[in-house]
C-alpha cells in the first residue's frame, strides 16, 4: 500500500526529472505567470467570500463590484512586483530560507500599491478588512507553492520504499546540516542518518534535523555499532589535516565505508543543495579548501596593493597567486623561472580572473640586474619570496648551486625590496633550516638569517617576516605525489624508515597562514605554522594504500629504503633558544625577538657567495659551518668534514 501510495505522489511531483517537469523549465516565465496570477486571483476572491459570505458582519450589496475591480487590479500588480523582486529566478527545486525575504517583500508591497489605488479610486470606501485578508492568504498561498517541491520531497522520504543505507554522520555543523537536508530529497534518500558525532562538547545530547548528536568523534565505533550503521560520512570541512587523520583513523577503526560530498566547499560557498555523496578518497584530503576569504586582516594587506610573488609557479606560490588574487590585489607580478609553469599559471589566473592585473615575468632570483628591473617595472609593495631549491637529494649533490640560489637569490631579492621601498617582505622557509642535516636546510637557515640581518639593520624601513612550516599534501614531488605513483604503478611504496615523521598541511592552509602571519609582521620576525602532530610516513602510506581501496602488504606492498644523504627521522619546527611564543591565531606562533646572529655575518655571506660562485667546494664547506653551527653535515657525524669529492659526480648527475 505503501508503495503505491508513494508511486502516486511522486507522480504528482511536477519538479521531478521528467515531460512535466522540462516542460516547466523549459518554459520558465510562462510557468510563472500560471501559477502566480492564479494565486493572486485566488487569494482576491477567497477574500472577499470570507468577508462577505462567511462573515457575521453586515453584507455589503456592492461587494460583487468591488471583487471585479480588485481582480483586475491584484493580477498585475502582484506579478509585476514579483517579477521585479526576481521570484520567477528562484529554483523552484532548492527553494531555502534565503528565498523567503523577497517573497514576503514583493507580497507586502504588492498590498500597499492595491490599497493605495483602491482606496483612492473609491474615496475610502473599498472595505479595508478585504485587502489585509487578501495581503494573509496572498503571503500563505505563495509561500506554500514556493515551497511545494520540498513538502512533497519530505512526504516521499516517508513512502519511499525499499532499504536505506544507515549512516553516521560526523561532523554536527552547517556541512552535516546540508547533508541531511540533502538525504531528504529523492536524489539522496537512499542514505537514512541514524546518529551525528561531533568534538564540541555543547552539542552532546542535542539533534540536528532529529538526529541525536553525541560526543567526541572518538565515540564513532560506540555509535555505528549501536545504530547498526552500513557507512560512516565525513561532513567536517573547517578540520585541520591532522583532525581529518585521526577522523580518518577512528571511522576505519569502525571497518565501515567512509565516504563524503565531493564538492562540500563550492556546496558551502554558494549554499546550493548537496547532490551527491561518494567514497573517501586521497584528493579529500589534498583538495580540501580550508581557507576562510573573509579575514578582514588578509584583505587590508592584499587589497589595492601591488604583489609580487617569486617562484610563483611552484606549489606554495601559485597557491599564493590564487589566494591573493582572490583578496582583489591592484597588481599581481608572477615572477619564475619556470616558462611552463607560468604559462599554466597565466592560463589559470587569467580564465579564473578575467578582470584582474596580472604579469608574468621570466627571470632567476640570481640575476640580480634582471631581479632589479622587476622592482623598477612593477614598483611591488608586498613580496611573498617563495622561490628556492628544495629538494633534499638533488641538493646533497649540488651543494653550491643550493648556496647560489637560497641564500645569494634570497639576498638578492631582499635587498632590492629595501632599496624599492617595499612595505612588506615574508621569506618562505622550512622546517629542514632546524638543526640541519642537508644542505637544503642549512641553505634555509642561513637565508632566515640573512632576512633578520637585514629587518635588523633598517627597523623603519621595511618590514622583513620568515614563515617556517613543514611539508604540504600534494605538492610537486612530495612523497605524497611520490606514493600516488607507486601505488597507480601496483607498487612497491618506498618508505625510508618505519620511524620516520614528518608534518603535514594542505597547501591552501598552509598559504592561508603565510598570508594571516604577513599582516603581523613588524620586523625580525620568525613565524612557524602550527602543523599539528607528526604523521609517521609509514602510517602515511598505508593510509593511501586504503583510500585507493586496496590492502597494504597483500594487494600493495610497503618496501623499507634507509636514510638517504641528508635526511633524519625526526623533523623540528623551533630549537630549545627559539620556543615559540601564541599570536592572535592559534595557528601561528612567533619565536621571541632578537636571536642571535653570527659575527661579522654580511661577511662570511659574502664568501660564502664567493666561494659558491667559483665551484670551490672546499671554501664552501668551511664558510657553511661557520654560519651554521649546528649543521650536522652530509651524514651527521662527519660535519667537520668537507664531503668527499667523489660523492659529486663530475658530470652533476646523480650515481
Known amino acids: 500500500m505503501f508503495e503505491r501510495l508513494g508511486r502516486t505522489v511522486r507522480s504528482l511531483n511536477p519538479y521531478r526529472d521528467g515531460p512535466l517537469s522540462r516542460a516547466v523549465r523549459q518554459h520558465r516565465l510562462l510557468f510563472f505567470v500560471m501559477f502566480f496570477g492564479v494565486i493572486a486571483a485566488l487569494s ?4 472577499f467570500v470570507i468577508r462577505f459570505k462567511w462573515s457575521w458582519l453586515v453584507v455589503d450589496d456592492r461587494w460583487p463590484q468591488w471583487w471585479r475591480t480588485m481582480l483586475v487590479l491584484a493580477v498585475p500588480v502582484r506579478l509585476a512586483l514579483f517579477y521585479v523582486f526576481g521570484i520567477h529566478r528562484v529554483s523552484w527545486r532548492f527553494a531555502s530560507l534565503r528565498d523567503l525575504p523577497p517573497l514576503v517583500y514583493s507580497t507586502l508591497a504588492g498590498s500597499v500599491v492595491i490599497a493605495m489605488s483602491l482606496m483612492w479610486s473609491h474615496q475610502g470606501a473599498f472595505p479595508r478588512s478585504v485587502i489585509i485578508i487578501d495581503t494573509v492568504l496572498c503571503l500563505v498561498f505563495t509561500l506554500f507553492g514556493r515551497y511545494a517541491y520540498r513538502i512533497l520531497d519530505g512526504i516521499l522520504s516517508v513512502l519511499r520504499p525499499g532499504p536505506q543505507l544507515r549512516v553516521v554522520i ?5 556541512a552535516a546540516n546540508l547533508v541531511l537536508e540533502a538525504m531528504m530529497t529523492p536524489r539522496l534518500n537512499d542514505f537514512k542518518p541514524v546518529g551525528i558525532v561531533d568534538d564540541d562538547p555543547l552539542k552532546n545530547g542535542t539533534t540536528l534535523h532529529g538526529i541525536p548528536v ?3 568523534v572518538d565515540k564513532v565505533i560506540e555509535v555505528a555499532q549501536k545504530n547498526r550503521a ?11 589535516t591532522n583532525q581529518i587523520y585521526r577522523i580518518v583513523k577512528l571511522c576505519r577503526d569502525t571497518g565501515l565505508p567512509l565516504k563524503t560530498t565531493p564538492d562540500i566547499w563550492q556546496v558551502l560557498q554558494s549554499s546550493e543543495a548537496v547532490t551527491r555523496i561518494q567514497d573517501f578518497s586521497l584528493d579529500d584530503l589534498l583538495n580540501r579548501r580550508v581557507v576562510r576569504t573573509d579575514v578582514p586582516e588578509i584583505r587590508k594587506l592584499i587589497e589595492g596593493r601591488a604583489i609580487l610573488v617569486t617562484g610563483a609557479a611552484g606549489s606554495i606560490g601559485s597557491e599564493l597567486c590564487r589566494q591573493i588574487v582572490d583578496q582583489g590585489s591592484a597588481l599581481l607580478v608572477c615572477m619564475d623561472k619556470d616558462e611552463n609553469g607560468l604559462f599554466r599559471l597565466d592560463q589559470e589566473l587569467s580564465t579564473a580572473h578575467p578582470g584582474a592585473r596580472l604579469a608574468f615575468f621570466l627571470g632567476d632570483i640570481k640575476n640580480e640586474e634582471r631581479m632589479d628591473m622587476l622592482f623598477s617595472l612593477y614598483s611591488p609593495e608586498v613580496v611573498f619570496h617563495a622561490a628556492a631549491y628544495k629538494h633534499v637529494p638533488i641538493l646533497q649533490y649540488h651543494p653550491t648551486e643550493a648556496i647560489r640560489n637560497n641564500v645569494g637569490g634570497t639576498r638578492n631579492v631582499a635587498r632590492l625590496a629595501q632599496k ?7 621569506m618562505i ?3 629542514k633550516a632546524v638543526r640541519p642535516t642537508s644542505v637544503m636546510g642549512a641553505t634555509k637557515q642561513i637565508a632566515e638569517k640573512v632576512i633578520r640581518g637585514l629587518g635588523r639593520a633598517e627597523p623603519d624601513g621595511t618590514r622583513f617576516s620568515t614563515i617556517r612550516f613543514g611539508n604540504v599534501l600534494g605538492s610537486a614531488g612530495s612523497v605524497v605525489e611520490l606514493f600516488l605513483k607507486q601505488i597507480r604503478d601496483g607498487g612497491p611504496i618506498t618508505v625510508t624508515d618505519a620511524r620516520m615523521e614528518r608534518f603535514f598541511m594542505t597547501i591552501s592552509e598552509a598559504v592561508h ?3 594571516f602571519a604577513a599582516t603581523m609582521g613588524e620586523g625580525d620576525d620568525v613565524f612557524i605554522l602550527d602543523m599539528g602532530e607528526p604523521v609517521k610516513i609509514d602510517q602515511l602510506a598505508r593510509q593511501m594504500i586504503q583510500f585507493a581501496g586496496l590492502t597494504p602488504d597483500i594487494d600493495v606492498s610497503i618496501v623499507y629504503t634507509g636514510l638517504r644523504p641528508g635526511e633524519k627521522l625526526y623533523e623540528e619546527l623551533w630549537t630549545e633558544d627559539e620556543e615559540p611564543l601564541p599570536t592572535s591565531n592559534p595557528g601561528i606562533r612567533k619565536t621571541p625577538s632578537g636571536q642571535p646572529l653570527p659575527e661579522g655575518m654580511d661577511l662570511e655571506v659574502d664568501r660564502l657567495l664567493a666561494a659558491a660562485r667559483s665551484n670551490n667546494m672546499r671554501e664552501s664547506w668551511t664558510h657553511l659551518l661557520e654560519l651554521v653551527p649546528d649543521f650536522q653535515g652530509q651524514t651527521r657525524e662527519a660535519a667537520e668534514n668537507t664531503p668527499p669529492e667523489d660523492d659529486i659526480p663530475p658530470s652533476g648527475g646523480l650515481t
Open 44 to 47: 482576491v476572491s477567497l477574500s
Open 170 to 174: 560526523v561532523g554536527a555543523g552547517e
Open 214 to 216: 553525541s560526543t567526541p
Open 230 to 240: 552500513d557507512a560512516v560520512i565525513l561532513a567536517m570541512p573547517s578540520a585541520s
Open 420 to 426: 624599492h621601498g617595499v612595505n612588506r617582505f615574508v
Open 429 to 431: 622557509s622550512t622546517d
Open 513 to 515: 597562514l603565510v598570508l
